[in-house]
Nanobody, 114 residues
Framework: VQLQASGGGLVQAGGSLRLSCAAS????????MAWYRQAPGKQRALVAR???????NYADSVKGRFTISRDKTKNMMYLQMNSLKPEDTAVYCC?????????WGQGTLVTVSS
């Protein structure tokens, strides 16, 4: 499984961005997918996760502002980010789990200016 994230950029506080993650390869084997982020000087942290049935889970810091979704027909995962804050600045990576192995995509940088 290969993952390609896109959609990052520079946005002002209060703005919105939509990240996309394109999956290719053995996508039929993907069970759950997730977005992680790593801010400068901090460890990588889970942002949101969506299971095979479409049920999402969110980090407390993004609840009510971010929405994760997945389109299995297009092998895509999305992260709609609203009401962005400077503390959301990070490199965002997509992740896929197949019950056997985990896969990581390259990151996309999100910068939120105050």
């Amino acid at each position: 499984v290969q993952l390609q994230a896109s959609g990052g950029g520079l946005v002002q506080a209060g703005g919105s961005l939509r990240l996309s993650c394109a999956a290719s390869g053995s996508t039929f084997s993907i069970n759950s997918m997730a977005w992680y982020r790593q801010a400068p000087g901090k460890q990588r942290a889970l942002v949101a996760r969506i299971n095979s049935g479409g049920s999402p889970n969110y980090a407390d810091s993004v609840k009510g502002r971010f929405t994760i979704s997945r389109d299995k027909t297009k092998n895509m995962m999305y992260l709609q980010m609203n009401s962005l804050k400077p503390e959301d600045t990070a490199v965002y990576c997509c992740y896929a789990y197949t019950l056997v192995e985990a896969y990581w995509g390259q990151g996309t940088l999100v910068t939120v200016s105050s």
